[in-house]
């Protein structure tokens, strides 16, 4: 058997595996958001169920009974719980990045971003992106700073297991989900979750470990740091579960250890459920297994839990970050203060973010529950009906506008800075119209002078406009939103029981009306949530146009100094232009997706490409979007490093030394054959000069349309020249005739100083000889070398030089599968073969990009700015 026989099935297993994975990446950042949606219904429907004798009124009054001790040992428990979790990050990065980072610095991360994402969610777009952005500022690459998430998740998830074990074992006759099995077996599986732990902690002793999984790999703590770290998550999720224990009323009887088992199992569900904070799913939870229904005080207690440890921890950390926000535009501050700032910076985009999408809940619930009577009273002696009437609606899209409005903060748009201090302005106005409701007021006035503190955090102006900067959402994004309209609107419900529903309703308009201008609010949030689901579907897949600008006047000479001929690019008319401020360089480059795709490397003198290239990215992130070099070469990858960006090798580019061609050899013998042969079937060939082009371009648009329906296929672009008179029009071309007509062209693109020549276009008539394309290409070398230029670029040879190895990345491994077993569909192999009978320099050709999943989301983007869609690419 052969050695590529043997190895067959483990390639193909790689290929299933990568198949599996590539479809989950497509997949699964719908289907988890999805599930969690499908979570946060059930979860409303459980506490319909158990809440249904239960009234709004009387949940308030039991919060006003609350004992001040209560309050204050939640207060202290909170304290305790954030301790615990800022030793999280602390042994996380002593692990990964030992000495990197203060440990001051580490700690206030870790709590800072667990107060930010436990408020608002999204746990990978707040607490993770801010990690990644402190960490990255302290000079922590991204796959390290990729392990200090990971090793802190690790250490809450064996938390999560400490603390169900041991309540299995402890209290195992009660335990949801366990109580139908014999306490027997629940103490069985309880200590075999504790053996488990302790065995991976005796396991850590033996020296350094690392946990791997395909190409990520993860170095874990010590047997001490893990120690640490799981003492602190148990003491974390302890604290936490305390400052609900101690709040619960004396009539919730359970002991501490099932109460522990319970509220663990909630945190989990809440993480599942992809709601902000878990709401929703983890009350349910806990009102489902505690047997708390039609409880007020018990659901009392699990809204001031709420406001103590999710709420107030937010605050302190906004106030904490806006003093030294403040302190850092301060000319007489220390040094060491202004560095604080700029390290704490990052931290102010999900904060803002936070502080506008609990801005919109606060009005959301405010608009389905009742206005207080005395209030509206004094409120008709001073403000029409309709106009309180109006308010009242208006609130309800302020509330969904600022649930939007909140993802362009965390994406540092200074669009959502504007729009969201417009809605806060609103929302404070509309608040006072429709009730009098000046706490609401109040709040959101505090919370947009703290955006107008943090004005220099917004900065990025897409250019997409509304639809890709403000109103773009991600799946996750809308789920959360569409969680906290359907909890706003049950909550309506809920406070309205008693009311005898009719279509009335709808049209009964009274200062006393609150049931119908719920109603009416919530039918227009549900509305907008609806559209903005629409808008999100329909977009994320529709095709992007790429928005181009004229050629700028300094663009032709720049091109005409430009020793790559691929400068030529920038007259297909499909691009737009970063130029250098002494317009002595540029970058081209198109927006796809997500992405702003530069075309090659900055195109000008050395000493102005490294600031070309900076400014680039700097623009692509004033953009919101990845920032993507597509055909570079080696010795620019030092620079695009630098950036923070990964390369993908796409292939190599066969280059000819045209210094001492010739047709001579047996390796060219096809060439010298195919030039002899048209030579004498009267084809000649000639270099029609620019100038003179306007008068033979009617015959080639008739060559190229032709050799187009030959090859049943369409025109490219932005890498690949496509027929256009008016870009033909910069260049000679060199055409084939047969008794006076032509029948093969190619337009010629010449570097500066004679340092290469290729070509672009290669058509020809369907009538043809077979071998024109052969004779173009023999007469054009001999052309090059008679008119003295160095190289002839033959162009890529696509994912050719790509190592097969099991120690290389899934990239190259992949593209190396491919350019084996492809050959049947793509001619791989056939085209590098072709140009190799050239004897050419091979050099290496990259795609510059960002990490992780931001890589697939690249080259998709690049697919389809060049196809014009990402199915064009695997078209025969």
């Given at each position: 058997?052969?050695?590529?026989?043997?190895?067959?099935?483990?390639?193909?297993?790689?290929?299933?595996?990568?198949?599996?994975?590539?479809?989950?990446?497509?997949?699964?950042?719908?289907?988890?958001?999805?599930?969690?949606?499908?979570?946060?219904?059930?979860?409303?429907?459980?506490?319909?169920?158990?809440?249904?004798?239960?009234?709004?009124?009387?949940?308030?009054?039991?919060?006003?009974?609350?004992?001040?001790?209560?309050?204050?040992?939640?207060?202290?428990?909170?304290?305790?719980?954030?301790?615990?979790?800022?030793?999280?990050?602390?042994?996380?990065?002593?692990?990964?990045?030992?000495?990197?980072?203060?440990?001051?610095?580490?700690?206030?991360?870790?709590?800072?971003?667990?107060?930010?994402?436990?408020?608002?969610?999204?746990?990978?777009?707040?607490?993770?992106?801010?990690?990644?952005?402190?960490?990255?500022?302290?000079?922590?690459?991204?796959?390290?700073?990729?392990?200090?998430?990971?090793?802190?998740?690790?250490?809450?998830?064996?938390?999560?297991?400490?603390?169900?074990?041991?309540?299995?074992?402890?209290?195992?006759?009660?335990?949801?989900?366990?109580?139908?099995?014999?306490?027997?077996?629940?103490?069985?599986?309880?200590?075999?979750?504790?053996?488990?732990?302790?065995?991976?902690?005796?396991?850590?002793?033996?020296?350094?470990?690392?946990?791997?999984?395909?190409?990520?790999?993860?170095?874990?703590?010590?047997?001490?740091?893990?120690?640490?770290?799981?003492?602190?998550?148990?003491?974390?999720?302890?604290?936490?579960?305390?400052?609900?224990?101690?709040?619960?009323?004396?009539?919730?009887?359970?002991?501490?250890?099932?109460?522990?088992?319970?509220?663990?199992?909630?945190?989990?569900?809440?993480?599942?459920?992809?709601?902000?904070?878990?709401?929703?799913?983890?009350?349910?939870?806990?009102?489902?297994?505690?047997?708390?229904?039609?409880?007020?005080?018990?659901?009392?207690?699990?809204?001031?839990?709420?406001?103590?440890?999710?709420?107030?921890?937010?605050?302190?950390?906004?106030?904490?970050?806006?003093?030294?926000?403040?302190?850092?535009?301060?000319?007489?501050?220390?040094?060491?203060?202004?560095s604080i700032a700029r390290v704490i910076e990052p931290l102010v985009p999900p904060l803002s973010a936070g502080l506008t999408f609990l801005g919109g809940a606060v009005l959301m619930i405010s608009g389905v529950t009742p206005g207080h009577e005395a209030r509206l009273d004094t409120l008709s002696d001073f403000v029409p009906l309709p106009f309180v009437e109006l308010s009242h609606l208006a609130a309800s899209v302020v509330a969904v506008a600022m649930l939007v409005v909140a993802r362009g903060l965390a994406r540092r748009l200074e669009t959502a800075w504007w729009v969201a201090l417009g809605l806060f302005g609103l929302g404070a106005l509309f608040s006072l119209l429709k009730g009098l409701d000046w706490e609401e007021a109040v709040i959101l006035g505090l919370s947009s002078a703290v955006l107008i503190a943090f004005r220099t955090s917004f900065y990025r102006r897409p250019t997409r406009g509304w639809g890709g900067g403000v109103s773009s959402l991600s799946i996750g994004w809308l789920v959360g939103l569409s969680s906290i309209v359907l909890l706003s609107v049950w909550l309506g419900f809920v406070a309205y029981r008693d009311v005898d529903y009719s279509n009335q309703l709808w049209w009964e308009f009274a200062f006393e009306a609150d049931a119908p201008r719920f109603l009416r609010f919530a039918l227009v949030a549900l509305l907008l949530t609806v559209g903005l689901a629409l808008n999100t579907l329909i977009h994320r897949w529709g095709p992007v146009q790429p928005e181009n600008a004229p050629i700028p006047n300094a663009v032709p000479a720049i091109v005409a100094n430009a020793p790559q001929t691929e400068a030529a690019l920038a007259f297909l008319g499909d691009k737009q232009f970063l130029l250098s401020p002494d317009k002595r360089g540029f970058v081209m480059y198109a927006r796809s997706g997500g992405s702003l795709i530069a075309m090659g490397e900055p195109i000008g003198p050395a000493d102005v490409v490294r600031d070309l290239g900076w400014a680039f990215r700097d623009l692509a992130d004033r953009q919101a979007a990845r920032t993507v070099f597509y055909e570079v070469g080696p010795e620019s990858l030092p620079l695009f490093l630098d950036?923070?960006?990964?390369?993908?090798?796409?292939?190599?580019?066969?280059?000819?030394?045209?210094?001492?061609?010739?047709?001579?050899?047996?390796?060219?013998?096809?060439?010298?054959?195919?030039?002899?042969?048209?030579?004498?079937?009267?084809?000649?060939?000639?270099?029609?000069?620019?100038?003179?082009?306007?008068?033979?371009?009617?015959?080639?648009?008739?060559?190229?349309?032709?050799?187009?329906?030959?090859?049943?296929?369409?025109?490219?672009?932005?890498?690949?020249?496509?027929?256009?008179?008016?870009?033909?029009?910069?260049?000679?071309?060199?055409?084939?005739?047969?008794?006076g007509r032509i029948v093969a062209f190619a337009n010629l693109w010449r570097g500066a100083n004679k340092h290469e020549l290729s070509v672009d276009l290669m058509r020809h008539a369907p009538d043809a000889p077979k071998i024109i394309m052969d004779a173009l290409f023999a007469r054009l070398m001999m052309y090059g070398h008679e008119e003295g230029y160095r190289w002839f670029n033959l162009g890529a040879a696509p994912l050719s030089g790509l190592v097969d190895n099991r120690l290389a990345s899934c990239w190259n491994r992949f593209g190396a599968f491919l350019y084996r077993r492809g050959q049947n569909l793509y001619r791989f192999d056939g085209l590098k073969a072709f140009k190799e009978k050239f004897d050419p320099v091979w050099t290496p050709h990259y795609l510059v990009c960002p990490p992780g999943l931001d890589t697939v989301r690249s080259l998709i983007d690049v697919t389809q700015l060049i196809s014009g869609s990402p199915l064009e690419f695997i078209r025969k």
């Open positions: 058997m052969s050695a590529s026989a043997e190895n067959a099935p483990s390639e193909m297993a790689e290929v299933e595996s990568g198949m599996i994975g590539r479809l989950w990446a497509r997949v699964g950042h719908i289907a988890l958001p999805l599930a969690g949606l499908v979570i946060a219904a059930i979860a409303i429907g459980v506490l319909d169920r158990f809440l249904k004798d239960v009234t709004y009124d009387q949940v308030r009054e039991a919060i006003i009974r609350l004992p001040a001790s209560d309050l204050l040992l939640a207060f202290c428990f909170t304290l305790l719980s954030f301790a615990a979790v800022a030793v999280y990050d602390l042994v996380a990065v002593e692990t990964v990045a030992p000495k990197r980072v203060s440990k001051v610095l580490s700690a206030s991360v870790g709590a800072a971003g667990y107060a930010i994402s436990n408020a608002l969610g999204f746990a990978i777009l707040t607490g993770g992106a801010l990690r990644y952005r402190v960490y990255a500022n302290e000079g922590i690459d991204l796959p390290d700073v990729g392990r200090i998430i990971g090793t802190s998740w690790l250490a809450i998830w064996f938390a999560f297991a400490v603390l169900i074990g041991a309540g299995l074992v402890i209290d195992p006759a009660d335990a949801p989900l366990f109580d139908r099995l014999p306490p027997s077996v629940d103490v069985a599986i309880g200590i075999a979750i504790l053996a488990t732990v302790a065995l991976f902690l005796v396991w850590l002793r033996g020296g350094e470990r690392v946990a791997g999984w395909g190409k990520f790999s993860l170095r874990l703590p010590s047997s001490r740091g893990a120690a640490l770290q799981l003492l602190a998550g148990v003491v974390d999720m302890a604290a936490a579960a305390s400052v609900l224990y101690v709040l619960l009323p004396d009539s919730v009887q359970i002991g501490p250890a099932l109460f522990m088992l319970v509220y663990t199992v909630a945190i989990i569900v809440g993480i599942a459920s992809h709601a902000p904070g878990g709401l929703g799913a983890f009350e349910a939870t806990l009102v489902g297994s505690l047997g708390l229904g039609n409880n007020p005080e018990a659901l009392a207690a699990l809204l001031v839990y709420r406001l103590i440890y999710t709420i107030l921890p937010f605050v302190i950390a906004t106030l904490g970050v806006l003093a030294f926000e403040v302190a850092g535009h301060r000319s007489h501050v220390s040094k060491r203060v202004k950036m923070g960006l990964v390369a993908l090798k796409l292939g190599e580019v066969a280059r000819v030394d045209l210094t001492n061609f010739t047709l001579e050899g047996p390796r060219r013998q096809p060439f010298r054959y195919a030039a002899r042969k048209t030579e004498k079937d009267g084809v000649t060939f000639e270099v029609v000069p620019a100038a003179a082009i306007e008068a033979i371009l009617p015959e080639l648009r008739a060559v190229s349309d032709a050799w187009l329906d030959l090859k049943q296929g369409r025109e490219k672009g932005f890498s690949l020249g496509f027929f256009d008179e008016e870009f033909m029009r910069h260049f000679d071309t060199a055409v084939m005739k047969q008794n």
